[in-house]
Nanobody, 123 residues
Framework: QVQLVESGGGLVQPGGSLRLSCAAS???????????MGWYRQAPGNQRELVAV???????NYAGFVKGRFTISRDNAKNTVYLQVNSLKPEDTAVYYC??????????????WGQGTQVTVSS
């Protein structure tokens, strides 16, 4: 069982920046590095959507709306994944969720979610 705890959200003005963190516990570092880690977001009335993913091999993929503004990274020594969000816009306002996903060689799927951290972009 892996527990994910997000932090770093808050209220920021348009054009501002935040650094979101997601700390994983319940898994050793040797296990954490096997997980693909993702950030998702959900605004009121909207479905949850993918923001960015970093694989176990540290390959990254971003949603189109990110457009170079966000950067996902991971520190396997700290069991933590980060999302640097820059040039924030009001439409980035949402609850941001961390996800850990792993498919083993035996085809066993592991999928965990954090509780989310609120990001509000407003002047």
């Amino acid at each position: 069982q892996v527990q994910l705890v997000e932090s770093g959200g808050g209220l920021v003005q348009p054009g501002g920046s935040l650094r979101l963190s997601c700390a994983a516990s319940g898994a050793s570092g040797s296990i954490f590095r096997l997980y693909d880690m993702g950030w998702y977001r959900q605004a009121p009335g909207n479905q949850r959507e993918l923001v960015a993913v970093i694989t176990s091999e540290s390959s990254t993929n971003y949603a189109g709306f990110v457009k170079g503004r966000f950067t996902i990274s991971r520190d396997n020594a700290k069991n933590t994944v980060y999302l640097q969000v820059n040039s924030l816009k009001p439409e980035d306002t949402a609850v941001y969720y961390c996800n850990a996903n792993r498919l083993t060689m035996m085809r066993v799927q592991y999928d965990y979610w954090g509780q989310g951290t609120q990001v509000t972009v407003s002047s």
